[in-house]
């Protein structure tokens, strides 16, 4: 490239942000592409926040939360860094022209600022999943409508986007599951599980939330229906397959009988890698395979007695963007529960079951999810009686 490649990170200082930070470190060293940072944001951690924006030397920090402003001054006092506070300045750094915003704040609470870059003609590496799932019709409309590109970063995304070609000819896709901690735990073993060993991924370095989303399989629920949204394909042409080694990440099938699969080692800099220079390649310091030495690759099918997550997904997707809705938010409230010790590891499934039951069999029907204030509205009611049955069903819960 002639001139540097502009980026904002949103989500600067989570696991994808770090690893972001480090594919830019890298290629900015080895001189395979020159990254800019123009704009971090973060939620709470103004000392990690304050470390990048002087380390990258970028041009503006945020933190959304205001009662960090002091310490985020104090800590760049002397740079040239802009620092600004709160959620309206999180959407507006994600709002300046940038070639590429990596969208990678955790939950739901990352859909405002991933449509505002949308709307600010940024084009978007997609790394928050929930505002996918909660938002991934009004950001890919968005998108259509300022010729905007959205690239997807989670490795099972990324993988397909690099196997489909022009998509013509293509049967399904299949994204893989590592299967998380409890792959052969059984039920019993299940229902005791603290939060510890929820969040111990064999095989990825991720947050709390998403590793305890791995062990569930509410991950690969959430990713089963973004790989829907993303690639615009029936819930028929979609298909999940736990592969312990995550060694393949996702697969194309063609009508010809041919599958094409995307491999590489367990480590997220290669998708970030991807999405943030496509359409070319930067190096990254990624292990690199050494398939003698891995000797085989093993998979199975998805147990759905003890991974209900799946078959909440397919249900959910069938009955569009506000089921999904309702989908994702009971999950962050059941996994919040879990976390703090309000209710066992299988009643996370449990509790979203129920709530999808409540919305199908109920008056929030209604909501079409098209705009960001009836994502908002679905967003509160869904959490509300998400509680509410956390409150008043315990006594019948799965855990």
Same mark, same amino acid.
């Not at 950001?139 to 989670?154: C, F």
């Not at 690639?231 to 298909?239: A, C, I, K, M, R």
């Given at each position: 490239?002639?001139?540097?490649?502009?980026?904002?990170?949103?989500?600067?200082? &989570?696991?994808?942000?770090?690893?972001?930070?480090?594919?830019?470190?890298?290629?900015?060293?080895?001189?395979?592409?020159?990254?800019?940072?123009?704009?971090?944001? !973060?939620?709470?951690?103004?000392?990690?926040? !304050? *470390?990048?924006?002087?380390?990258?030397?970028?041009?503006?920090?945020?933190?959304?939360?205001?009662?960090?402003?002091?310490?985020?001054?104090?800590?760049?006092?002397?740079?040239?860094?802009?620092?600004?506070? &709160?959620?309206?300045?999180?959407?507006?750094?994600?709002?300046?022209?940038?070639?590429?915003?990596? *969208?990678?704040?955790?939950?739901?609470?990352?859909?405002?600022?991933?449509?505002?870059?949308?709307?600010?003609?940024?084009?978007?590496?997609?790394?928050?999943?929930?505002?996918?799932?909660?938002?991934? /019709?009004?950001?890919?409309?968005?998108?259509?409508?300022?010729?905007?590109?959205?690239? %997807?970063?989670?490795?099972?995304?990324?993988?397909?986007?690099?196997?489909?070609?022009?998509?013509?000819?293509?049967?399904?896709?299949?994204?893989?599951?590592?299967?998380?901690?409890?792959? /052969?735990?059984?039920?019993?073993?299940?229902?005791?599980?603290?939060?510890?060993?929820?969040?111990?991924?064999?095989?990825?370095?991720?947050?709390? /939330?998403?590793?305890?989303?791995?062990?569930?399989?509410?991950?690969? !629920?959430?990713?089963?229906?973004?790989?829907?949204?993303?690639?615009?394909?029936?819930?028929?042409?979609?298909?999940?397959?736990?592969?312990?080694?995550?060694?393949?990440?996702?697969?194309?099938?063609?009508?010809?009988?041919?599958?094409?699969?995307?491999?590489?080692?367990?480590?997220? /800099?290669? %998708?970030?890698?991807?999405?943030?220079?496509?359409?070319?390649?930067?190096?990254?310091?990624?292990?690199?395979?050494?398939?003698?030495?891995?000797?085989?690759?093993?998979?199975?099918?998805?147990?759905?007695?003890?991974?209900?997550?799946?078959?909440?997904?397919?249900? !959910?997707?069938?009955?569009? *963007? *506000?089921?999904?809705?309702?989908?994702?938010?009971?999950?962050?409230?059941?996994?919040?529960?879990?976390?703090?010790?309000?209710?066992?590891?299988?009643?996370?499934?449990?509790?979203?079951?129920?709530?999808?039951?409540?919305?199908?069999?109920?008056?929030?029907?209604?909501?079409?999810?098209?705009?960001?204030e009836e994502i908002a509205f679905l967003d509160r009611m869904t959490?509300?009686?998400?509680?509410?049955?956390?409150?008043?069903?315990?006594?019948?819960?799965?855990?």
């Amino acid at each position: 490239m002639t001139r540097p490649h502009n980026i904002s990170i949103m989500g600067a200082t &989570g696991s994808i942000g770090k690893s972001a930070l480090d594919v830019v470190r890298h290629a900015n060293a080895c001189g395979d592409q020159k990254f800019k940072i123009v704009a971090l944001a !973060a939620g709470s951690d103004a000392e990690g926040l !304050a *470390a990048q924006a002087r380390e990258f030397d970028a041009d503006v920090a945020v933190i959304a939360d205001e009662t960090k402003i002091d310490e985020l001054r104090s800590r760049l006092a002397g740079t040239n860094v802009t620092v600004d506070a &709160g959620l309206s300045a999180v959407v507006e750094a994600a709002s300046r022209p940038v070639d590429r915003l990596l *969208a990678a704040i955790v939950g739901s609470a990352g859909l405002e600022s991933t449509i505002a870059a949308v709307r600010a003609g940024n084009d978007v590496a997609i790394a928050n999943k929930e505002s996918v799932v909660c938002g991934g /019709k009004l950001i890919l409309r968005e998108a259509a409508r300022r010729g905007v590109k959205v690239l %997807p970063v989670d490795s099972e995304h990324s993988a397909i986007f690099q196997c489909i070609g022009d998509g013509r000819s293509l049967e399904k896709m299949t994204i893989t599951a590592s299967g998380g901690p409890f792959r /052969k735990a059984s039920l019993e073993e299940m229902r005791s599980a603290s939060p510890q060993q929820a969040a111990a991924h064999p095989n990825w370095s991720m947050g709390v /939330k998403n590793s305890i989303d791995s062990a569930t399989l509410m991950n690969k !629920a959430l990713e089963f229906i973004e790989a829907g949204f993303l690639f615009d394909v029936g819930e028929d042409q979609l298909d999940v397959l736990v592969h312990p080694q995550s060694i393949i990440h996702g697969m194309a099938h063609f009508s010809d009988g041919s599958v094409i699969a995307q491999l590489g080692a367990p480590d997220m /800099k290669t %998708p970030i890698s991807y999405a943030l220079a496509w359409p070319d390649r930067t190096a990254t310091n990624v292990d690199r395979l050494d398939l003698a030495k891995l000797g085989s690759l093993d998979f199975e099918s998805v147990d759905e007695d003890r991974f209900p997550a799946i078959r909440l997904a397919r249900c !959910a997707y069938q009955h569009g *963007a *506000a089921a999904t809705t309702v989908l994702n938010c009971a999950n962050e409230v059941a996994v919040s529960a879990f976390i703090a010790g309000q209710c066992g590891f299988l009643d996370i499934s449990w509790l979203v079951e129920q709530a999808l039951s409540r919305y199908l069999e109920g008056s929030m029907q209604g909501i079409a999810c098209e705009t960001l204030e009836e994502i908002a509205f679905l967003d509160r009611m869904t959490r509300e009686m998400t509680r509410e049955i956390l409150g008043s069903d315990l006594r019948r819960m799965g855990g």
